[in-house]
């Protein structure tokens, strides 16, 4: 399981809150668990539980706006220790960008930022399409196995444990139920009549 980290402004918390609804499914599939510092519960060092999870982080969200790059423990702290176990391939860097700011000028500014196109979740009709586009994204880069297709069993009768290619093909019209019509009734006599004609013809003579 890959462990997600967020670093946030406490300013944007409602759009981190929106973001990690988004994450569930990946949550409920065990593909990602997911950490922010409102995980530390009573009595935890502040600093020191961030710099704990920020070490085991898998992936690590910059969830950047104005705020952010404000943030001196954000930026400064958080962003650069991201950043040195990006470039050592120690973990995943992923700015989010959520509020419009001078962010492509910062030292992340090279990384491929999401949404798309690095337009920020504020500025789309749809914020739920922004968090989506997010979201496809991270799952490309988790790239989880999807079900073994070895594992994948057969529509049909549970029971019926013959190999498909041995079962005869069943009848696609044993079960329907065949509606004459007059004109098939009288078509049936008529044909009927002149069968019979013919075989008592070819009776007589012989």
Request: hydrophobic residues 40%.
């Amino acid at each position: 399981m890959n462990t997600v980290f967020f670093s946030y402004s406490h300013k944007d918390e409602s759009l981190r809150d929106e973001l990690e609804v988004h994450l569930s499914l990946l949550k409920r599939q065990g593909v990602i668990s997911v950490w922010h510092d409102r995980r530390l519960g009573a009595g935890n060092e502040l600093n020191a539980g961030i710099s704990r999870e920020l070490e085991r982080a898998d992936i690590i969200l910059l969830l950047v706006s104005p705020d952010f790059l404000a943030s001196d423990y954000c930026y400064s702290v958080e962003r650069t220790r991201a950043l040195e176990r990006h470039d050592k391939g120690e973990a995943r860097v992923i700015p989010v960008i959520l509020r419009p700011c001078d962010w492509h000028h910062a030292p992340f500014g090279k990384l491929l930022a999401l949404p798309r196109d690095g337009k920020p979740v504020t500025r789309w009709t749809d914020r739920d399409e922004a968090f989506l586009n997010v979201i496809n994204a991270i799952r490309t880069v988790l790239q989880p196995a999807g079900p073994s297709t070895a594992a994948a069993r057969p529509v049909g009768n549970p029971a019926d444990t013959r190999d498909a290619s041995s079962r005869e093909p069943r009848s696609s019209n044993l079960r329907l139920r065949k509606i004459f019509t007059d004109h098939d009734r009288d078509l049936f006599l008529e044909e009927a009549f002149q069968f019979m004609m013919r075989f008592s013809k070819t009776l007589w003579r012989s």
